[in-house]
Structure formats: C-alpha cells, structure tokens
C-alpha cells in the first residue's frame, strides 16, 4: 500500500454529496478539537468482508490508525480506481447510505494508536451502462491531499460509480450465549423443521448476536444436491453469507457469523 498525491476528494472522482449530519463519536476517550487530523502517512488501509444482494455488492473499508499518535478523521474518504497498470479511471463517487449501510452523515472520529474507522462501500453489476473493471482503490483520507493505494478486483463496475458512507468509530459487538446457527426448509407457509431435499430453498439463521440483533439470510441452498449457497437478494444481513461444506454423503456443515461478530456458529444439515 502506497501513499500518493491526489485530489482532496479521491483522484478524478465526482463527489454527489449525500445529507451530513452534525454529531461527534469516538473511537478513544480524548476530545476530538484537542487532536490533530489524521494525516494520510498515519493510516492503513484495507477492504473487509462481503456483501451482494439485487445486483449490489459491498465491502466495509477500514482506516487504521498506525502512528504512534492519536488523531481523528471526520467525513467521507475520498475515492479513485486504478486499471492493472495502475492508470487512474474516470469514477463518480456518491455519499451516503448503500444498500447495505446507513449513514451516520459527516462527524469526527477519534482514533487511538491501533483504532479504526470503518466505512461502507458499495456498487453495482452491470446494468446495460457503460462500466469499469479495476485493479486498485485510491482512498484519500478526508482533510488529505494524498492517498493509499490498496488492491480491489471486484469486477465490473455498473457506470464507473462507487458509493460509501461516512467514516464511524468501530464498535465491536459481543454475542449473547450461546450463538446458533439453524437451518429450516423455506415453504410459502413459513420456515418448516427437518432434513432438506436436493433443490429446496432453505432460511439461514444466527441467532446470538449481540445488541438484540439476529443475522438473517435466505437462500437457495443445495440446488441439485450442490454444497453451493446462493445469497437471496432480500436479507443481506449477515457478515458475508453462510458457508456449506460437505462432511459425508447428503450431510453438510453450515457455518456463519452474525454482523460485527468474528465468532462463527455451526450446524450440521441432512440433506435426502
């Protein structure tokens, strides 16, 4: 990851500004107006996680604070894509909530030595517009006039338009005891108990997570008797979508995690 000149808004991208909302969160404990703006050389840059629903996709874009000082950030980071060849492309860049975040608007993050403010990231598949396939991601720190460089091959990208939302402290959640992951048969008379057939479409849910929250996701699982999930378009919530693998004939390990929660809860599901 390298740190380069670049508009104060992200490398050839036109911003659509989305509403801002006064407020101030942190990430530490230190008044944000007695600390410095964190500058580009301070932070580190990376994409975690997936998302994809309705033709959407996302990620969660982390800033980390790598200096040996605390600082803040306030806003939304500017943007840019790179080609393989690391040629700057021609983007629109939107502020505001994605389709799968919403936005807390502009506000000031304080970040510790070693905290982080994350963002969400999203865009479209192609929809008949003209559309961009990138190697890389510019992202400018708000305040900042260079930026980090990272890698991001996501595919084609409907009209060359990335939406993010403003940067918010971190806020790791805690599941409550203990985290299950259930599957059942999806029928138009709701969610039915018990071993599933080749083709059925099956409800994935974590229950357990913290904050009163449950993960929730539909999707048609073993289709043609594959160990193959495919996202349903409407319940985009989990972190990333369930995971199948194949323990013996007909029977599958389903594993998944709830939003913000890096523990993973676990099933076993016959299939006949």
Known sequence: MTARKGPIAGAVAAVLMGTAMAGTASAGTVHAAAVPACRTADLRASLHGSQAGAGNFGRTLVLANSSHRTCTVTGYPGLGLENAKHKTQRIKVVWGATYFEHDFGRHTVTLKPGQVATAGLAWNAPQGHASLTPAYLQVTPPSQRTYLTIPFAPGAIDAGTLRVTALTAQKPVKPTNPLKVSVYKFTNHGPVAGPLRPGDT????????????????????????????????DRPSLQGFPKIAKVAAGTYRVSAQCPAVPTTAVTTVTVK
């Open 202 to 233: 099956a409800d994935v849910i974590v229950s357990g997570c913290g904050g009163g929250a449950q993960g929730l996701t539909t999707s048609k699982a073993f289709v043609g008797g594959s160990a193959q999930l495919v996202p349903s378009a």
